[in-house]
């Protein structure tokens, strides 16, 4: 992709993509140079047209018909956002908002993001998607098995950033609240202050010691920890959308509307790609995609990671269409993001 545009090739991309974002609909040349005066800029129609011509040929535009304005391409949004775009600050209402909800919040990390998740939707009018923290930094604070039944146990883990995972499990024979509580002491003594993939590691070894030494409370507690650490194992994504995510694909052909909705229950997908955003350590955006059968072909979507201090955790994002008010999301993720961070150090 050649970015050696001229300032006025820039300044008409850039008029044009911001014109499109707004009306999503083909921009022409008096348009465009009416947009330009009113900012105090005189350039003539002819020359716009000139320039729209030049931004074609290098494909940052093109014509969806012969008689039509012109629309930004995939490479034309994608320079946009990267180079061009000038981000929009927060309203006072929007800061206020993020603020208030999260310095409000008492609950386990899973569940502020859950809710972030929600209020980042609300204020986006976009799917809002979170990545819960990535379980090689994730360090356990505490273990404990509660008795549901004779025969029934919910296993609990507590991790040191406020995360709980938690599997309610069948046991093989009655346990009393005594057996619970030495299980208790036997995961704590053996996985505090250990990773979960880590402890995972661990329980097997140690499994394999207990079954040689044939101590059966300690080889319950290993076998039941190993299925709450699994469990607690790898990344989960929530996903929150809004009721008018459908309206916003009220002009678009069917196939792309299932196209888009799919996206949010790929969320294998999902993993992948904000783990690959995640690791860039700041705010990422990307512009659909190369291949036109993944589902992310036609979205865009803004990522930024959340940190505990210097420890990436995970990463929170908004996804929508490639036609997305984008200066006005990017703003609104980083916020999300730092005071998440800003919750973490303070809890």
Not at 38 to 52: E, H, K, N
Not at 226 to 241: F, H, R
Not at 280 to 304: F, I, N, S
Request: glycine share 6%; charged share 20%.
């Amino acid at each position: 992709m050649n970015l050696q545009l001229t300032e006025r090739e820039a300044l008409v991309l850039r008029m044009l993509v911001e014109r499109y974002l707004h009306h999503a609909e083909p921009v022409g040349s008096q348009a465009l140079a009416e947009d330009l005066l009113a900012q105090g800029i005189t350039l003539s129609s002819a020359s716009v047209r000139s320039t729209l011509g030049t931004l074609s040929s290098a494909g940052f535009l093109e014509q969806p018909h012969t008689s039509a304005g012109r629309i930004p391409t995939r490479d034309g949004l994608t320079v946009y956002v990267r180079h061009l775009m000038q981000p929009k600050t927060l309203s006072n209402g929007e800061v206020m908002a993020i603020q208030n909800h999260l310095s409000s919040q008492t609950g386990d990390l899973v569940t502020v993001l859950r809710e972030t998740s929600r209020l980042l939707s609300q204020l986006s009018q976009y799917a809002a998607v979170v990545m819960t923290p990535r379980t090689e930094v994730v360090r356990i604070k505490h273990i404990e098995f509660v008795q549901l039944s004779a025969r029934r146990v919910l296993g609990v883990l507590v991790a040191q950033n406020g995360t709980v995972f938690n599997r309610p499990m069948d046991a093989d024979s009655q346990m009393t609240l005594s057996d619970l509580e030495r299980m208790t002491n036997y995961c704590n003594m053996f996985f505090f202050g250990l990773t979960i993939e880590e402890a995972i590691e661990k329980a097997h070894t140690e499994m394999r010691e207990a079954s040689r030494a044939y101590d059966e409370i300690l080889g319950r507690a290993l076998a039941m920890s190993t299925q709450v650490l699994e469990c607690s194992a790898g990344n989960e994504v929530i996903i929150d959308a809004p009721w008018g995510v459908l309206d916003q694909h009220a002009s678009m052909p069917m196939l792309q509307v299932r196209r888009r909705l799919a996206i949010l229950q790929e969320k294998t997908r999902l993993v992948q790609v904000m783990q690959q955003f995640q690791e860039a350590g700041k705010a990422h955006v990307a512009v659909g995609c190369d291949d036109p059968q993944d589902p992310l072909h036609e979205c865009g979507m803004v990522t930024a990671p959340y940190s505990e201090g210097k420890t990436v955790l995970g990463c929170i994002g908004v996804l929508g269409p490639t036609r997305m008010d984008y200066s006005r999301v990017v703003p609104m993720v980083e916020s999300a993001a730092q005071y998440i961070g800003e919750w973490l150090t303070g809890k």
